[in-house]
């Protein structure tokens, strides 16, 4: 078989095509402008920055940079103010254990010219692109998402770590989760990337709305979500609303917050209520094996609220830190054992 000029001239094109960097409708960004372009198969984007741009990334996720880009390792997305030597021996011992503390990112900066980065979801993952403007020009509060969903971001992204209340742990399984929101005006994309196992679902929920979601399966949702702990032989209340009217925004335990009573004490003992609801629900969502419980997410604000759902996931997830590693080895532990058999 012989191979004429064609095969080659197919051949060559056929490798330009495959080349993730290759654009049909290359773009020429201006300083301070960053563009994020999924893949074919969402397995990883093509991030774009402008000349003196950065973006902040997971480690170990970024697989090849143009040369002229700088990497900063361990920055905060968000101000820090300063404080003592042991408030932040502090925040670094929340960090180790609980995976609290200050958020440490990579910033990948391009210098003086307009620059490529090719980033990997991971294996099994695929990527999902989310504008947080469009949530924020809906009203729609902050978007919580577990850690180790996070890929990449934008610079006009302030990520926060913040700890779970009883209703957050119902979904989350971890003592902390990140916040996210723009910091810059709503007409300037703020770029949020997540990766989860195969199909990243995300659903809108409008005001009064409630959805039952298979446990272990969200991966983010906004701060107007109530989510609750219930056991799959228990059909889903249809007269939640009216319940919610009547008492208020429930925790996840049930107990509703006391917010008429005003002096320290009550707020101290309500707080120590709360820390032990979350206790509850934490041990609750590591001794539980999917299929026998699910959680009810629902929508008691006046504003739209969204979740983001993984069809598949590959593991238990407890977050990160120390506590994290102690909550993935205990539930694993209880799930190949009877013991949450007979709840």
Known sequence: ?????????????RTFMGNPFSDPQQISLRQGESDFRLLDAREGLVVTLGPDTSFFDRPSRSVCRWPGTLTIPRQSPHSVPKRSWIANEFATFLYVC???????????????????????????????????????????????????????????????????????????????????RPVDDLWNPAILCLAGKTMIWCERIEPGESRDYALGNVI??????VSKLRPTSQAHPEDRMLAAVKHGRATANGIVSASTKTNADNSFRRRLREFAAAVAILFESIRAREGFF?????????????????????????????????????????RLSHLSLGH
């Open 220 to 225: 983010a949702t906004t701060a107007n979500i």
């Open 294 to 334: 699910v959680c009810e997410l629902t929508n008691d604000s006046d504003a739209p609220a969204y979740v983001f759902v993984q069809l598949n996931k590959s593991d238990f997830y407890g977050g990160s830190g120390l506590v994290g590693f102690a909550i993935k080895l205990l539930s694993s532990i209880f």
């Open 1 to 13: 078989m012989y191979l004429t000029p064609i095969h080659f001239i197919d051949l060559g094109f």
């Open 98 to 180: 609980f995976g609290g503390g200050d958020v440490k990112l990579n910033r990948i900066a391009a210098l003086e010219k307009q620059k490529e980065i090719l980033l990997t979801a991971g294996e099994g993952n695929v990527v999902e692109k989310i504008d947080l403007t469009k949530f924020a020009r809906e009203r729609s509060p902050p978007l919580l998402f577990l850690q180790p969903a996070y890929l990449c971001s934008s610079s006009n992204v302030a990520i926060q770590s913040v700890p779970c209340d009883a209703s957050t742990m119902s979904w989350a399984r971890a003592p902390y989760v990140y916040m996210t």
